[in-house]
């Protein structure tokens, strides 16, 4: 049974990069009551900022420590998929390299029934949110919260890798989140002074001070509460205890790829028929929930290196 019930204006669900951007910016109106429910913790561990060691936080309590099912047609195995589970969510365990996508990829979203989502739509949000350390232009910002530079410290073996592709005729791409995507570059970060700078640092700790804006960690959503077909709320587990959160204006969910999918068909919200197997209550009959996801493989070439150069000896 639900326990205490609070009323707000706006739910969030998920504090990770589109939730820390969305308490932000709703809580800068004063007349806006809203919470943030993240089921992770804080995001405190020295693990965090130092930008090395994010591997360490894998499969650890700041982790979901999903694995992707085997697919037998492809050939694939099983996958191993890093999510974050804390403030700041994947922004505060990824590796922080920063790569907006292909122009295609949002006009491809726009010309399939979405509009306002193509890349002329969305790059003044891009330029708003960034402090780009190349400073201002037509594709980049220069005044935002969030971050965003080449490596303070690269690597010897940088340099000497991009001048093989010099030395092979391919082509470099001064920036690489600018006119195009193509070409070879290093890799651009969200970090600052050598530290990572998440989600959390630049869009929700310059929030925290906000009367109006309610944060709760160690906060599982459970469901979304509707009347009719009208989501009106959450249901969350807090300290062993049931919660009920009512949301006067919206709910919305931000918990990545997995999580906000999976709360929906948890609520009843997906394929009627795979609801009723499941015995769920069918409040939207939607198939297109939990289909349909893109996944972005990374695959590595490891080598020997000669000299003491890399970070093999970091520990």
Known sequence: MAGVKRTFDYIIVGAGSAGCVLANRLSANPANRVLLLEAGGPDTRQEVRIPAAFTKLFKSEQDWNYTAAADPASGTPAQFWPRGKMLGGSSSMNAMM?????????????DHGNPGWGYDDVLPYFRRSEQYAGGDSEF?????????????SPNPLTNVFLAACDQRGMARNPDYNGANQDGFAPTQVTQKRGRRWSAADAFLRPA???????????AHATRVLFEQQVAVGVEYRMNNEIVQAHAEREVMLCGGAINSPQL?????????GRLRELGIPVVHDLPGVGQNLHDHPLFCVTYECTRPITLAGAE
């Open 98 to 110: 920063y790569v907006r996508g292909h122009r295609s990829d949002y006009d491809g979203w726009r």
């Open 140 to 152: 980049r910002g220069a005044d935002g919260p969030l971050h965003v530079g080449g490596l303070r």
């Open 208 to 218: 925290l001070g906000r009367p109006n804006l309610t944060i709760h960690t160690g």
């Open 264 to 272: 929906l068909l948890l609520s009843g919200v997906g394929p009627a």
